[in-house]
């Protein structure tokens, strides 16, 4: 898709691939070359700042290929005025030599004279550039190196120029010829295909046993369509590309040069087709008549080798043959070396498929059926035939068949006792009888006798006529028709017309072969078969059309008018048209017919149609045509502007300045020469003016072209105000070391002014001044310049660069809970030279002019010098000292376990729901409950490191029995939590009752509100005295931690 989407982009810009096929290889031929206009209107383009672009010239491209690098030189010998450029290019980019109708890359030497002298590269000139008056087509050599091309491109005002070009210098341009063979194929059919392979290794061998040279590589083989394409073959070859084809194949060393070009050719044999080729288009041998009922069929070898006359029969076997016989039943024989009698049917054919076979393994074919076609027909034939001939003419035999069978009488023969060709004399008889019968058919079966009746009668009354004086331009159908009418004599014969060879012609093609043959003879006959009471008459038309001596010129030069001032047009007068011919055509004693003034509008052509005769002749010439063409000056208007030179009194003078001074179309419609060397400084006058001349020429006609002047003015010497460098000097550039930005943008600031007020220019952009600013304060210097003047000055900018507050900024702060971080800068040096400003992330400003206090947050603090604004802003991020992570709370009889985690040092307190301390801080996390604490509702907090505090508040501390004697009387009979103060155990709450035996089985498992109370039974039946285990949890939410009560019971029901 890509290939695809590349080529349509090359093809819309204007882009031809492959263009090095086009052009001539000097190492192949270098001498009596010639110019094309082939690339009449493509443009050359020279050397940038050297001259004008050419186009509109015959034009011959040529290249060499660099072996060895060095110096390049060349000579170009010419017949006629030639110019030329020089361009060293790689072979991709002369494979893509033009775009759009022009070099899409400028030469590196270009010429342009008016001598036509010896031109090329010589080793003793330094030019590389010529385009004035003096020019002598002499240039500065060029340095290439191996693989590059140098390509000379050549041209002129006149196509019938001749050059040769001969290389020198150093460089090697041209490898050794290749050695040369040649290998032909022709063993495959048009099925199979020659594999490139097997070609490439067939090549290989050959160059092995032909030169002795047993280096070659495969892979460095290429097939190519044309001993100059690009475009390599890499397919097998097929026979869908035609049945003969041609390839050359070059064969490169490992440096990658050419060494061997051998040319291939393939051929591809089609099968038979095997009807067409045994019968050999003989329809009578496979269609044949028999009076016989029966066909004999004698064997294969037979059928082959004496009824089909095949030359070598072993290349073919019969398999079988099929039919259908006299009773309509298909038949096949199987066997068809032997020999068969088969029925014909009365009256009607026999058709034999017989499959026939190649044996021939060189043969293109397998296997088909031929139709063999056997029909009983008995010839049946007239009493009698009659014919009407005159005496002395030949008793013929193909003549009397013709009377007997007009349809036809192919493989019928005449039996007479009457010489074929004998002479009928009638003496005094009137008509003669001669008996016949015929021979026919494939078994000689002949007909009965019949009687040929011949009658004697006359010729027709036809004369012979001619056509003559008359001339060939004026000859016309009538004058034919007048002959015809001279040699009716009066009559209405139907004629036949005849070569003298004997070939016929259409009376409709008689006008055509007369004219077209201007003199001969045309036999004319009026055949008895087509004629009533005559014999076979016959006589001439002979022919002589007269034809002016005067050889028809083509391509006579066009008549161009002199050079016509702009809106006259031109008149060419009929006077002036025939003294032209005359002189083309190299004759004075002509007249003319079709020539007349002509009358056309500025540089408009017309082409006219002529005759010519000669003054001692009648007949005119043939048509001849003469091209008129106006040629008017350019119109091209003055000069809109006058132009600057450089300070070194230079100016480039091309195409576009052109363009902009005397109109878009000055150098597309018109050529140019432009009288001035853009490398030649230029002589001003005491005005500080000088003029360069400009030539427009007419296209068509070098000669007619009008002169343009171009005023160039002096550029003058730069002049600024004495106060400039002081103004400068006070714009220092000041700026924080951070915003080099500001620096920038003043220094653009300072530049545009600068610009503005005294016009002028840095030399430097302000990137590279800025880089230049490597001290704290300094300054730099700047070179400037007018654009408009020649010179330039040196100014001073100053700068100064002010350092950042350097107060210290903490990026991190952690605080303890329930306390506030404290940034204080007064601790600082030089803190007061500073304004501060501190910012949570959210918005709000911290209220503080040196010392602020912080909670946990991201916070963006600003420093700001007081006396040059300077500032920096840091980020400080105050966070909460790490927390320990509560765990587990398990509640038991006497205290409260608390389980937590944390890195560092933990601590523990207990407090009741007022807040007091009731445990104090401790390391250990067992909390024993006071026995005078009557208040059952508490708050755990953990200290991680003395700093960062979790709570968990509202635990319930219930009074756990742990012992009960349920046996009735009415003490102790229930297990029932209480409050601490002896109150109900807790009915609010929602809590998981599991009791488990002192196996650790669990028996009990209940939930819900006030479940906390066990009667010591299970299932309705006493469980056994002893020690039994208990865990009480409240019921929350997933995943929130809850307190744990544990403990034991002791069951004991018989108290002593």
């Not at 030069?557 to 055509?585: Q, R, W």
């Not at 100014?795 to 702060?813: D, E, H, W």
Request: aromatic share 12%; net charge negative; with cysteine.
């Amino acid at each position: 898709m890509k290939k695809i989407f590349y080529i349509f982009l090359l093809m819309i810009s204007g882009f031809v691939w492959g263009q090095i096929a086009d052009f001539n290889n000097l190492c192949i031929n270098n001498s009596n070359l010639s110019l094309d206009n082939t690339y009449y209107d493509f443009k050359f383009k020279t050397p940038i700042g050297c001259s004008q672009d050419q186009n509109s010239s015959y034009k011959s491209i040529n290249y060499y290929k660099v072996v060895t690098g060095g110096s390049f030189e060349f000579v170009l010998r010419s017949s006629k005025l030639v110019n030329f450029h020089v361009w060293i290019l790689s072979e991709t980019e002369l494979s893509s030599f033009f775009l759009n109708k022009e070099s899409r890359y400028n030469a590196v030497r270009s010429s342009y004279t008016v001598n036509n002298n010896e031109k090329g590269l010589f080793n003793t000139i330094t030019d590389e550039c010529e385009f004035y008056g003096a020019a002598d087509g002499k240039l500065k050599p060029i340095d290439v190196a191996a693989g590059q091309y140098v390509v000379i491109g050549v041209l002129g005002a006149d196509i019938n120029t001749n050059f040769t070009i001969s290389s020198g210098g150093t460089a090697t341009v041209c490898e050794p010829e290749p050695e040369r063979g040649t290998l032909d194929y022709n063993n495959k059919c048009v099925s199979d295909p020659y594999k490139l392979a097997d070609v490439k290794n067939d090549i290989k061998a050959n160059i092995a046993s032909q030169f002795a040279d047993n280096t070659i590589d495969v892979n460095k083989i290429k097939l190519f369509v044309t001993e100059t394409s690009i475009s390599e073959k890499t397919s097998d070859i097929v026979s869908a590309d035609g049945p003969n084809q041609t390839y050359y194949a070059k064969v490169y060393d490992d440096l990658g040069r050419l060494k061997y070009i051998y040319k291939l050719t393939f051929y591809f044999r089609a099968p038979h087709n095997f009807n067409s080729f045994f019968f050999n288009g003989n329809s009578e041998l496979r269609n044949f008549n028999t009076c016989s009922t029966v066909f004999k069929w004698k064997g294969k070898r037979w059928y082959l080798y004496e009824y089909l006359n095949l030359a070598d029969v072993s290349d073919y076997d019969i398999l079988y043959i099929k039919y259908v016989d006299k009773n309509g039943v298909n038949q096949r024989i199987d066997d068809p070396e032997n020999s068969y009698d088969i029925d014909i049917p009365i009256g009607g054919t026999l058709i034999l498929e017989i499959l026939v076979k190649s044996v021939n393994p060189l043969k293109c074919d397998n296997q088909s059926f031929i139709n063999q076609s056997i029909t009983n027909n008995t010839l049946t034939l007239n009493d009698e035939y009659s014919m009407n001939v005159c005496e002395g003419s030949v008793f013929n035999y193909d003549e009397v068949l013709r009377t007997m069978f007009p349809a036809g009488y192919s493989g019928y023969e005449l039996i007479t006792s009457r010489a074929n060709n004998s002479i009928l004399n009638f003496g005094t008889e009137t008509e003669l009888v001669i008996p016949v019968k015929v021979k026919y058919g494939l078994d000689d079966c002949i007909t009965r006798e019949v009687n040929i009746r011949i009658k004697k009668t006359s010729p027709a009354n036809i004369a012979n006529a001619e056509i003559k004086n008359i001339c060939l331009d004026d000859f016309s159908q009538a004058d034919v028709n007048n002959a015809i009418t001279t040699i009716q004599n009066g009559n209405l014969y139907q004629l036949k017309y005849y070569q003298t060879n004997g070939t016929s012609i259409a009376f409709a093609d008689l006008f055509t072969y007369i004219k077209t043959t201007k003199q001969g003879k045309i036999i004319v006959k009026a055949l008895a078969s087509e004629n009533t009471a005559i014999c076979d008459t016959e006589v001439e038309l002979t022919f002589n059309l007269g034809v002016s001596s005067f050889v028809k010129v083509d391509n006579i030069p066009t008549l161009n008018s002199t050079c016509a001032e702009v809106g006259t047009g031109y008149i060419f007068t009929k006077t002036e048209i025939e003294t032209y011919l005359k002189s083309k055509l190299g004759r004075a004693d002509i007249t003319f017919e079709g020539v007349g003034n002509e009358t056309l509008a500025d540089n408009a052509s017309t082409t006219i149609r002529f005759k010519v005769k000669l003054n001692s002749e009648s007949c005119w010439s043939e048509e001849m045509i003469l091209k008129l063409q106006v040629i008017t000056k350019p119109n091209v208007i003055n000069a809109s502007r006058e132009l600057q030179a450089d300070c070194d009194n230079l100016i480039i003078i091309n195409e576009s300045i052109l363009k902009d001074l005397f109109g878009v179309n000055s150098t597309t419609i018109y050529d140019y020469e432009i009288l001035h060397n853009n490398s030649t400084p230029l002589i001003f006058d005491t005005n500080g003016k000088t003029e360069i001349k400009v030539i427009f020429k007419n296209k068509l006609a070098g000669t007619c072209f009008v002169e343009k002047t171009i005023i160039v003015n002096k550029k003058p010497t730069l002049i600024t105000p004495p106060s400039l460098n002081a103004d400068i000097e006070a714009k220092k550039i000041v700026y924080c070391e951070d915003n080099i930005d500001a620096a920038k943008t003043q220094l653009t600031t300072l530049l545009n002014y600068i610009k503005s007020t005294y016009n002028l220019e840095a030399r430097i952009t302000v990137e590279e001044i800025f880089n230049q600013f490597i001290d704290d304060e300094n300054f730099v210097e700047v070179v400037f310049y007018n654009p408009n003047s020649c010179g330039e000055i040196k100014l001073k900018i100053g700068y100064k660069k002010n350092g950042l507050p350097n107060i210290i900024v903490p990026a991190k702060g952690l605080i303890c809970t329930d306390t506030l971080f404290e940034l204080d800068f007064t601790t600082q040096t030089d803190y007061a030279n500073y304004n501060y400003s501190v910012e949570k992330a959210d918005g709000t400003r911290i209220i503080g002019i040196d010392n602020f206090h912080l909670d946990a947050g991201t916070y963006k603090v600003t420093i700001e010098d007081k006396i040059t604004l300077c500032s920096v802003v840091k980020t400080l991020v105050v966070e909460n000292s790490p927390e320990p992570i509560l765990e587990k709370i398990t509640v038991n009889e006497k205290s409260i376990i608390v389980t937590a985690k944390g890195s560092g040092k933990l601590e523990y307190a207990l407090f009741d729901e007022t807040g007091n301390i009731v445990v104090a801080w401790q390391t250990n996390n067992e909390l024993i409950i006071p026995e005078n604490i009557t208040n059952n509702n508490f708050t755990v907090k953990v200290r991680l490191n003395n700093c960062g505090v979790v709570t968990y508040t509202n635990i319930i501390y219930l009074a756990l029995p742990s012992f009960i004697s349920p046996n009735n009387d009415g003490k102790n009979d229930f297990w029932q939590a209480m409050t601490k103060n002896g109150k109900v155990n807790d009915t609010t709450n929602s809590y998981r009752l599991i009791i488990f035996d002192r196996y650790g089985k669990q028996f009990l498992n209940k939930e819900g509100i006030d479940i906390i109370k066990w009667d010591g039974m299970h299932l309705g039946k006493p469980v056994a005295d002893g020690t039994y285990w208990y865990l009480l949890e409240p019921i929350g939410e997933s995943g929130v931690l809850q307190v744990k009560y544990t403990g034991s019971i002791v069951v004991k029901r018989k108290i002593n």
